[in-house]
């Protein structure tokens, strides 16, 4: 059997207001509720209602010849239910066919399986629940933050009872192995490992609207002959941002007709099936393990974490946010620990990328450079630390002050 795997990403950071030096220690809302909502709607209106119903459509033609998968963060759950609930409620109808698998992610988007084990399964447990509270199904199985993976996430994964888990097909990594077959981790040998075609997906994210390209303009029929002559096409997995479809890519570049074409062309012309990873790891075995010592992801051309943490900026900022987990979660303070998860969202990371200084990142979001982020950004977490030291001395005084009434009550 030869499948197509389609998924896409659906996240949204939360926008954080400008927040100065002399806030510390007086002013504990952090985030720009009004920009973050303006943000949903635009990308709801150039995206998430207009694709959700080509979607549907296209489910409600081919019934259960099409499937896909979503991978939505916690957040941006929470996003939707507060601030776009009919956004919410065009997800729940595409799950609702059966047609769509929901998979497990960081409820916070972050980066915290490379530095707390714990956080990580705390973090994948949450969204689990939200999943299940918000769309009633459960997820069984894994993509990572902008797919990052590496072995020993993998073992993490598997002592979590997933079956498997997409991740980018680094070519650093795969060497002359092909994306297009089921692997399995070399450690956790049960978990398997689906690698996403990084050249059909970029394909569609990166170059479609490119008028310099050669292969542009790209049409459905010409991307389905592009599938059909790879010769190793057991399983073609295509993965990327929901916002390519009306919002990256809005609707005049042709996008649209271009999803909605290819499962025509599809089933016209090959022997293809849309299945879902959980489909394809029920029904393929894994060929061979695959070593992955090192963290990879779909970000930049690396395909690492440097896009997160490639200069001091970012990793001293990503480390300082570890270093008082124990800290902050000692508290049991839940708005505290919120604020804390919050600051681990990996686009505050890609916020400080020094590579966006030259480029036009930063004309419509709430930072001037990667260095006014990075300032922002550790003003609330200083804030974030005064906060946690306030209320460990003020629960010592409160200790201290009722031992003492006790012991007075009994002389």
């Known amino acids: 059997m030869n499948a197509i795997c389609l998924n896409f990403k659906v996240h949204l950071p939360y926008k954080y207001k400008r927040y100065h030096f002399f806030d510390i220690g007086s002013e504990h809302v952090y985030y720009d509720y009004n920009a973050t909502k303006e943000l949903l709607q635009m990308v709801a209106k150039r995206c998430y209602i207009p694709a959700n119903n080509m979607m549907m459509n296209l489910i409600e033609r081919y019934g259960d010849k099409v499937s896909f998968s979503f991978t939505i963060s916690g957040i941006m759950m929470e996003m939707m239910h507060n601030f776009s609930p009919q956004v919410l409620d065009s997800f729940k109808t595409l799950v609702s066919t059966g047609r769509v698998e929901l998979m497990a992610t960081p409820y916070y988007h972050s980066l915290a399986a490379i530095k707390s084990s714990d956080e990580f399964k705390k973090q994948v447990k949450l969204q689990q629940k939200m999943t299940m509270e918000t769309f009633g199904v459960a997820s069984v199985n894994f993509i990572n933050t902008d797919m990052m993976y590496a072995d020993y996430i993998g073992v993490l994964l598997s002592e979590m009872g997933f079956k498997g888990i997409v991740t980018e097909g680094a070519k650093h990594v795969l060497g002359w192995r092909s994306p297009?077959?089921?692997?399995?981790?070399?450690?956790?040998?049960?978990?398997?490992?689906?690698?996403?075609?990084?050249?059909?997906?970029?394909?569609?994210?990166?170059?479609?609207?490119?008028?310099?390209?050669?292969?542009?303009?790209?049409?459905?029929?010409?991307?389905?002959?592009?599938?059909?002559?790879?010769?190793?096409?057991?399983?073609?997995?295509?993965?990327?941002?929901?916002?390519?479809?009306?919002?990256?890519?809005?609707?005049?570049?042709?996008?649209?007709?271009?999803?909605?074409?290819?499962?025509?062309?599809?089933?016209?012309?090959?022997?293809?099936?849309?299945?879902?990873?959980?489909?394809?790891?029920?029904?393929?075995?894994?060929?061979?393990?695959?070593?992955?010592?090192?963290?990879?992801?779909?970000?930049?051309?690396?395909?690492?974490?440097?896009?997160?943490?490639?200069?001091?900026?970012?990793?001293?900022?990503?480390?300082?946010?570890?270093?008082?987990?124990?800290?902050?979660?000692?508290?049991?303070?839940n708005a505290l620990i919120h604020d804390w998860r919050m600051l681990q969202d990996a686009d505050n990371m890609l916020d400080m990328n020094l590579r966006w200084l030259n480029e036009k990142r930063y004309d419509n979001t709430e930072y001037l450079s990667p260095y006014n982020a990075y300032i922002n950004l550790m003003n609330i977490y200083n804030d974030l630390e005064m906060r946690t030291q306030q209320l460990k001395f003020s629960r010592m005084a409160m200790r201290k002050r009722i031992k003492k009434e006790g012991v007075e009550v009994v002389n």
């Open 180 to 333: 297009n077959y089921v692997y399995s981790n070399p450690i956790a040998r049960n978990l398997k490992v689906l690698f996403r075609n990084q050249d059909l997906s970029d394909d569609i994210a990166m170059r479609f609207s490119n008028s310099f390209w050669t292969g542009y303009p790209l049409t459905a029929e010409k991307f389905v002959d592009w599938l059909m002559r790879d010769p190793n096409h057991r399983t073609i997995t295509i993965g990327m941002d929901y916002r390519v479809v009306g919002d990256y890519m809005d609707s005049s570049s042709g996008i649209f007709n271009f999803f909605a074409g290819i499962p025509e062309n599809v089933f016209k012309y090959t022997d293809f099936h849309f299945l879902t990873p959980n489909a394809i790891f029920d029904k393929m075995d894994a060929v061979a393990p695959v070593y992955i010592p090192t963290e990879i992801s779909w970000q930049t051309a690396q395909r690492d974490t440097t896009a997160w943490l490639g200069n001091d900026l970012q990793r001293d900022f990503f480390n300082k946010i570890y270093v008082i987990e124990e800290q902050i979660k000692h508290t049991r303070d």
